[in-house]
Structure formats: structure tokens, C-alpha cells
């Protein structure tokens, strides 16, 4: 490129999206004259989801902007609780995140995933038609236009993942409500209502305490019961600081 020179500035929790070998905390940036500053700021690998406010020379001006020579450009980080207009808070995960979206269910919130993965084209329309905010460690897929909402996951680890999502988005939570198996809705359900799904033992030891309305599935406190109660217990703990 052969154009205006600008200085762009990130805030520290973008650095790790920007090429290695440069100075992070400032840079100056060759534009061609035509690139409006959020194609400026895709191509220095930062998704446009995870940018705020952007000012230049102190004004806030929009992604479309198309910078002028010698313009300092400020980016700032997206905010948090962000919030997402325009629909229920809903989220749409990657075939990555199979542990995070069973771990956000628990918690009540509507999580769409699939283990087999539909491809980038189909996230990308689901998240369009369903308006649900794309979870995603791959920047390419966030880089999609027609996603409705995104948020890059920022940890590989399923623990952190969730205390992201939770910090950044503020979602209700609603614990034991929701099938952690396909996302439908729980209703109540007694031992004798569900008695041909279980098997022996699980009928004499545990008990039943709902049903999916989607799937069928029959949930019971169990072996697992425990840890499951403690990453609930602990997801309510930090929502409530
Ligand atoms: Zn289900």
C-alpha cells in the first residue's frame, strides 16, 4: 500500500491478535487511500469484534471511517458487560467449544452447538438468523460479515472460557434448566414418569429430578452431581460480585 501514513494505538488486551515483531503500544500504518479503518484494523489481525470505541485524533468516528494522513487513531477494547441489542442474549459455539457450551446450559443459557462441524458458511448464517452471538477462537469465522453477533474466546481452557463469556456478556443465569445434551428446556419430573428410561440401579439410588422437553433425557443426581454443583456454585458466586 501506497497511501496515507496513520498512527494507531491498541489497548493492551488486543496485543496478542497483532502481529508479532512490532511494537504493540503504537504503530504507524500505510493505508491506501480507500480502506475504511475497520478493513485497516482486520488487517492487522485484530476482529472487529473484539474492538470498542475507536477515536481519532479524540473523536469517536465509525468503523467505516476511512482514514486521513497523519490521523492518530485510538482503538479501545469492546466493553464489558457488552451488550447486544436487538434479541435475546443467545449464543451459537464453534465445534471447538463442545465443553463450554454444555458448561454454559447448566447455567441456563441458551448455548447452540453441534459436534459435527456444519462449516464456517453455516455458523455464520445460523448466527444471522437465529441472532445469536458466534463463540469462537478461529478469528477467520469472526471475520465474516454476516454473523449477527461475535465474541472471540480468548482461553483454551474450558474453566476460563466460561468466566470470559460470564464476565463479558453478563447472561441471567438459570442453573439446572436447560439440557446440557441439546440445549432444550427442562421440566420437573418424578421417578415414576421417567421409570422406562432408567436403568436398574439408577432407579434404586438416585433421584430424579427432570426431564428435556426436547430430547428426553432424564437428569438425576448422580456421580457427576458434585462437580456440576460446584461450577454452578462458582459461576453464581462471581456473577453476584
Ligand atoms: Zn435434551
Given at each position: 500500500?501506497?497511501?496515507?501514513?496513520?498512527?494507531?494505538?491498541?489497548p493492551?488486551?488486543?496485543?496478542l491478535?497483532?502481529?508479532?515483531?512490532r511494537?504493540?503500544?503504537?504503530?504507524?500504518?500505510v493505508?491506501?487511500?480507500?480502506?475504511?479503518?475497520?478493513?485497516?484494523?482486520e488487517?492487522?489481525?485484530?476482529?472487529l469484534?473484539?474492538v470498542?470505541?475507536l477515536?481519532v485524533?479524540?473523536?469517536?468516528?465509525?468503523?467505516?471511517?476511512i482514514?486521513?494522513?497523519?490521523?492518530?487513531?485510538?482503538?479501545?477494547?469492546v466493553?464489558?458487560?457488552?451488550?447486544?441489542?436487538?434479541?435475546?442474549l443467545r449464543?451459537?459455539l464453534d465445534?471447538?467449544l463442545?465443553?463450554l457450551?454444555?458448561?454454559?446450559r447448566?447455567?441456563?443459557v441458551?448455548?447452540?452447538?453441534?459436534?459435527?462441524?456444519?462449516?464456517d458458511?453455516?455458523?455464520?448464517?445460523?448466527?444471522?438468523?437465529?441472532?445469536r452471538?458466534l463463540l469462537?477462537?478461529d478469528?477467520?469465522?469472526?471475520?465474516?460479515?454476516?454473523?449477527?453477533?461475535?465474541?472471540?474466546v480468548y482461553?483454551?481452557?474450558?474453566?476460563d472460557?466460561?468466566?470470559?463469556?460470564?464476565?463479558?456478556?453478563?447472561p441471567?443465569?438459570?442453573?439446572?434448566?436447560?439440557?446440557t445434551?441439546?440445549?432444550?428446556d427442562?421440566?420437573?419430573?418424578d421417578k415414576d414418569?421417567?421409570q422406562?428410561?432408567?436403568?436398574?440401579g439408577?432407579?434404586?439410588?438416585?433421584?430424579v429430578?427432570?426431564q428435556?422437553t426436547?430430547?428426553?433425557?432424564?437428569y438425576?443426581?448422580?456421580?457427576?452431581h458434585?462437580r456440576?454443583e460446584?461450577?454452578v456454585?462458582?459461576?453464581?458466586?462471581?456473577?453476584a460480585?
Amino acid at each position: 500500500m501506497n497511501g496515507p501514513e496513520i498512527h494507531v494505538t491498541f489497548p493492551p488486551d488486543l496485543h496478542l491478535f497483532l502481529t508479532a515483531g512490532r511494537t504493540p503500544a503504537g504503530r504507524r500504518v500505510v493505508t491506501d487511500g480507500a480502506a475504511t479503518l475497520g478493513h485497516v484494523i482486520e488487517s492487522l489481525g485484530v476482529p472487529l469484534t473484539e474492538v470498542g470505541r475507536l477515536l481519532v485524533d479524540g473523536r469517536e468516528v465509525p468503523v467505516s471511517h476511512i482514514p486521513r494522513a497523519e490521523e492518530r487513531v485510538e482503538v479501545r477494547a469492546v466493553e464489558r458487560p457488552q451488550q447486544v441489542p436487538g434479541a435475546p442474549l443467545r449464543f451459537l459455539l464453534d465445534v471447538h467449544l463442545g465443553t463450554l457450551a454444555r458448561r454454559l446450559r447448566l447455567l441456563g443459557v441458551d448455548a447452540a452447538y453441534t459436534n459435527e462441524d456444519p462449516g464456517d458458511a453455516a455458523l455464520a448464517a445460523l448466527s444471522a438468523r437465529e441472532r445469536r452471538v458466534l463463540l469462537s477462537r478461529d478469528r477467520g469465522l469472526l471475520r465474516r460479515r454476516e454473523i449477527w453477533a461475535g465474541a472471540y474466546v480468548y482461553s483454551d481452557r474450558p474453566e476460563d472460557q466460561l468466566d470470559d463469556v460470564l464476565r463479558r456478556f453478563a447472561p441471567a443465569l438459570a442453573p439446572w434448566t436447560r439440557c446440557t445434551a441439546c440445549n432444550g428446556d427442562l421440566t420437573d419430573a418424578d421417578k415414576d414418569s421417567v421409570q422406562e428410561r432408567l436403568e436398574g440401579g439408577t432407579q434404586r439410588t438416585y433421584d430424579v429430578f427432570a426431564q428435556c422437553t426436547s430430547c428426553g433425557r432424564v437428569y438425576w443426581r448422580g456421580a457427576h452431581h458434585a462437580r456440576l454443583e460446584a461450577i454452578v456454585n462458582k459461576a453464581l458466586r462471581e456473577t453476584a460480585r
